[in-house]
């Protein structure tokens, strides 16, 4: 298992969220939902980043990484480990001894979970604890004391006094778990307390990100209470929506989730190995880099409206061009096959007048694979490629 700086690390990376086991149970998010989703963001990104607590916290994270290795064996899922610790089982060891509520179960089943990441995890990014707890807490704090900010406005009515010992408990707390900001806001937040929980859920999810130096990618839930402008110091753009926007984009091609069911995640790992795939990758994160630059969407203050309604124009509007050019190729395709027949007719017949028909169909049969090759050079096609690869594998599966 290699040890890495973060920095090493290319690629687009994303910061899987969802492998949160508060989050499954809050969202009530299936084992079916968190397979899907995992495929759809192998097929969009380079790396899926990890927090290690969260493959130890959550069953159903852990189940689908046992039941599918090569995640971790490939490098595609990355796992990040406090810089502490010398492997998964220092890492087990250290949080039981810092009294992590995650952790104070059955202490053989998380043994051998560390065991197994031991074993498969090709690479771990290490990162240091205090700097991201500290700036998880500061950031919270920050917001509570700003009476403009959107956590505030949204704790109107709550007693002054009851504001300052909650903010003097939260500054004044070494070590923060979203498990003590729950009972400190139960105890002084009476019938607002959900507000500050879903809150520093959001704050936690940013910051792990960005110490992970990704894009989160949250579940549209959080939002729902005040989704408008969140306003962070974390500089972490985040993504919502962007899995159902592919979802829809595949489904323009005639990809649905049923396709998408049939392919595993081995064929979905090999696929991403394909240049068309790769191609793919690189074609959709240039298109979301281009809604942002044109929606002008800055680093602090995340219009996530208007940053989802720039980023479906963009991809429909690409999409609607790929179609175009797919149309354009198929008539240059029909016709280069009709010229290639013709050719074919006249030159066989000429050498051999007793050839039959079944033999020349036989023979240009060869010219497809000609064509799709043409295509996959064309430019500006990469989704509906990628699209029609995946309908041929679940056709195979």
Not at 209 to 214: C, F, G, K, V
Not at 224 to 245: C, F, H, M, N, Q
Not at 270 to 297: M, P, V, Y
Request: aromatic share 8%; glycine share 6%; with cysteine.
């Amino acid at each position: 298992m290699d040890k890495i700086n973060i920095k090493e690390l290319g690629g687009f990376k994303v910061y899987f969220t969802e492998a949160d086991d508060l989050g499954q149970s809050l969202y009530a998010i299936h084992k079916s939902d968190l397979t899907l989703k995992l495929k759809l963001w192998l097929l969009l990104s380079d790396h899926i980043m990890l927090a290690g607590s969260h493959i130890f916290e959550s069953e159903l994270t852990a189940d689908i990484l046992k039941e599918n290795p090569l995640l971790l064996e490939t490098g595609v899922i990355v796992p990040d480990m406090r810089d502490e610790c010398g492997d998964f089982l220092d890492f087990v060891r250290l949080k039981q001894e810092e009294g992590d509520p995650g952790f104070q179960k059955d202490s053989r089943k998380l043994m051998e979970m560390a065991e197994f990441l031991n074993n498969h995890t090709r690479q771990t990014v290490l990162w240091t604890a205090q700097s991201v707890r500290g700036a998880f807490r500061d950031t919270l704090v920050k917001d509570l004391l700003d009476k403009d900010s959107v956590l505030r406005r949204k704790l109107i009515g709550v007693d002054i006094d009851s504001l300052q010992k909650l903010t003097w408990e939260l500054g004044n707390t070494a070590s923060l778990s979203r498990k003590l900001i729950s009972d400190l806001a139960k105890r002084y937040l009476w019938r607002k307390e959900a507000i500050l929980i879903k809150y520093a859920n959001i704050l936690y999810y940013l910051w792990g990100a960005a110490h992970l130096e990704s894009e989160p990618a949250l579940h549209y839930e959080p939002f729902t209470w005040g989704r408008d402008k969140i306003i962070t110091s974390t500089k972490a753009l985040v993504r919502t929506d962007e899995l159902p926007l592919f979802q829809t984009t595949l489904d323009e091609f005639g990809i649905s989730n049923e396709v998408l069911s049939k392919l595993t995640i081995p064929v979905i790992l090999e696929l991403r190995k394909e240049e068309i795939a790769k191609r793919f990758r690189a074609k959709w994160h240039r298109l979301i880099e281009q809604a942002r630059i044109s929606g002008k969407i800055s680093d602090d203050l995340v219009e996530l409206q208007n940053l989802e309604g720039k980023i479906m124009e963009v991809i429909r509007e690409a999409v609607g061009e790929e179609k175009r050019k797919r149309k354009r190729l198929q008539e240059g395709k029909k016709w280069l096959s009709i010229g290639s027949f013709i050719t074919s007719v006249i030159t066989s017949f000429v050498n051999n007048p007793a050839i039959g028909l079944a033999t020349l169909l036989i023979e240009l049969s060869a010219i497809d694979p000609f064509l799709s090759a043409l295509e996959r050079k064309f430019g500006g096609t990469e989704i509906s490629l990628l699209s029609t690869r995946l309908q041929d594998l679940a056709s195979e599966a």
